[in-house]
């Protein structure tokens, strides 16, 4: 195996409030195969322990912006899993 | 401008930031912490938030409601702990005339709810915490908010992800 027959994704995802509780976590490092989408992180971080707990299709973010799971992913891209927003 | 407070509110000086000879109407909105929620008594409400994406949000709400309605509008919104009663957003909007006022206004909160990522844990009377979900009691009122709201402003983003 080389590394360029394998090329792989690692981004930092930040997760929060039950979301952060369930995974145990408010950060994670995930790497997944290129090329990525929001999507293929999202099933990454399902299968860890308490990811189960997170929905189908959770609100996310990338780099600040609202994303959709179709997105594709960068290496060095900042991810957020957001919970349903309950500002006011 | 920082968008996000961990001091108490204070719509006096919102209203100072808005108000212009030019500007015949401002119209302000003041939310707080309620004292109950689907039955239960809550004492205090936990406001978290990711921040620089609701500083990011923000903004852009606040560009829109400008760049729409012609109107100057100021906001703020509370992160950290909360006593029942006391004010987690403020809104000032300033324009022309009233209509305008009202219209970015309502726009800004509408939108805040929707957009902002910001989170709220309740804590209850009887010692139980709990994440605030809008999004049940929302799809509950949808039937109820199509009679009864303006027309909504559509999602920025476009997506059944957002603003549910």
């Given at each position: 195996?080389?590394v ?11 997760l929060?409030a039950r979301y952060?509780?369930?995974?145990g ?10 090329p ?13 322990p308490?990811?189960e707990?997170?929905p189908?299709r ?15 992913i ?15 | ?7 108490p509110?204070?719509?006096g000086?919102?209203?100072?930031t ?7 109407a401002?119209v302000?909105f ?11 008594s ?6 978290s ?8 949000e ?8 400008r ?17 029942a ?5 403020a809104?000032?909007a300033?324009a022309?005339?009233?209509t305008?006022a009202?219209a ?6 509408e ?7 910001i989170?709220?844990?309740e804590?209850y009377?009887?010692?139980?915490v ?8 929302r799809?509950?009122?949808v ?22």
């Amino acid at each position: 195996m080389t590394v360029s027959s394998n090329p792989t994704v690692t981004v930092r995802v930040l997760l929060f409030a039950r979301y952060a509780e369930a995974l145990g976590d408010s950060a994670l490092t995930v790497t997944v195969s290129a090329p990525a989408t929001l999507g293929s992180v999202l099933k990454a971080i399902r299968s860890r322990p308490g990811g189960e707990l997170l929905p189908e299709r959770p609100l996310c973010a990338v780099n600040l912006i609202q994303a959709r799971l179709d997105s594709p992913i960068q290496a060095g891209d900042e991810i957020a899993v957001l919970p349903p927003l309950a500002g006011g | 401008m920082s968008f996000l407070r961990d001091e108490p509110l204070d719509l006096g000086r919102l209203v100072a930031t808005v108000s212009a000879p030019e500007r015949g109407a401002v119209v302000c909105f003041v939310g707080t912490v309620r004292d109950h929620h689907e039955g239960k008594s809550v004492l205090r409400l936990e406001y978290s938030a990711y921040q620089p994406m609701a500083e990011a949000e923000c903004g852009r709400i606040v560009a829109e409601a400008r760049n729409r309605w012609d109107a100057t509008v100021a906001l703020e919104h509370r992160t950290g702990v909360l006593e029942a009663g006391e004010t987690s957003v403020a809104i000032a909007a300033a324009a022309s005339h009233r209509t305008a006022a009202f219209a970015a206004c309502r726009y800004v909160i509408e939108e805040v709810k929707r957009r902002v990522p910001i989170w709220k844990r309740e804590h209850y009377t009887d010692g139980t915490v709990g994440w605030v979900d809008p999004t049940q009691a929302r799809r509950r009122a949808v039937s109820q908010a199509a009679k009864d709201a303006p027309a909504g402003p559509t999602d920025a983003a476009g997506q059944d992800e957002w603003g549910v």
